[in-house]
């Protein structure tokens, strides 16, 4: 249940942000949190999260990008990153912050040429570079808050998290 409410909070503040940051320091990619912070939950299921992986980035293609299949593939590739990611380090805020951070360039880099490939936007390293750093600006900030709320949350009502 937690996993479903992070999600949909996660998408409606991607829609508010994106509706309100019009030439702004923050721009979306919200859901990235999301995907990293709610890993653990999914517990020894792994299967499970790459599936939800690939529905979020199926919905998320569907909601903003108009771009069918390809952030279903790209968040398909975060989800297998972060699950080995979370196999090999230990589950606490700055592992997940720096985590947030290899993954949101690569994202980056990886949908930036593959738009540039298929001719939706014009190769600019300027546009590349902005599009990371607001997108680390503003998942750096939800992150923290998104990480502590689900610590608090587990703690209070004794949820299980793979640490």
Partial sequence: MII???TVISFLLEYLINLFSFDSFFVGLIIFSSMVLVQPYFKKNKNLYFMYCFLVGFLYDFFYTGIYFMDAGLFLLIGVLVDFINDITPNNLFVSLLELIV???LYRVLSFIFLCINGVVIF???ILFRSIYSSILTNI???LILYLVLYLISS?????RIN
Avoid: S, T
Wanted: include cysteine; proline fraction near 0%; hydrophobic fraction near 60%.
């Fill in 4 to 6: 479903f409410i992070v």
């Fill in 103 to 105: 993954l949101i360039c």
């Fill in 124 to 126: 600019d390293f300027m």
């Fill in 141 to 143: 900030i939800y992150g």
């Fill in 156 to 160: 209070k009502f004794h949820i299980k």
